[in-house]
Nanobody, 119 residues
Framework: QVQLVESGGGLAQAGGSLRLSCAAS????????MGWYRQPPGKQRELVAT???????NYADSVKGRFTISRDNAKNTVYLQMDSLKPGDTAVYYC?????????????WGQGTQVTVSS
């Protein structure tokens, strides 16, 4: 059973930076892609960014140019560097991993980490 352990997050001022990390353990098959979603207060969960084993990335328009996703394939770990933070980035951030095992695909989620950006 794959487990995702998140770290990072917390409180930052507008214009500041934070870094999130997420390590996957227990995988038997490939984990591809990995990424981050977020759920702002009173809103639905939304995509932030994903990254494939090949390094191909996908970003939400709202974070392009400010956030950078990266991964260490050997460690099954994904990172999210968040720069130029805005109050609108305040949300619970969830790590996501797609665990591929033979022909099956399992969606795995982290427990979530709070990011709060003050103006």
């Amino acid at each position: 059973q794959v487990q995702l352990v998140e770290s990072g997050g917390g409180l930052a001022q507008a214009g500041g930076s934070l870094r999130l990390s997420c390590a996957a353990s227990g995988a038997i098959g490939m984990i591809n892609p990995m990424g981050w979603y977020r759920q702002p207060p009173g809103k639905q969960r939304e995509l932030v960014a994903t990254i494939r084993v090949t390094g191909t990335t996908n970003y939400a328009d709202s974070v392009k140019g400010r956030f950078t996703i990266s991964r260490d394939n050997a460690k099954n770990t994904v990172y999210l560097q968040m720069d130029s933070l805005k109050p609108g980035d305040t949300a619970v951030y969830y790590c996501y991993a797609a665990h591929l095992f033979y022909t099956a695909k399992y969606d795995v989620w982290g427990q979530g980490t709070q990011v709060t950006v003050s103006s």
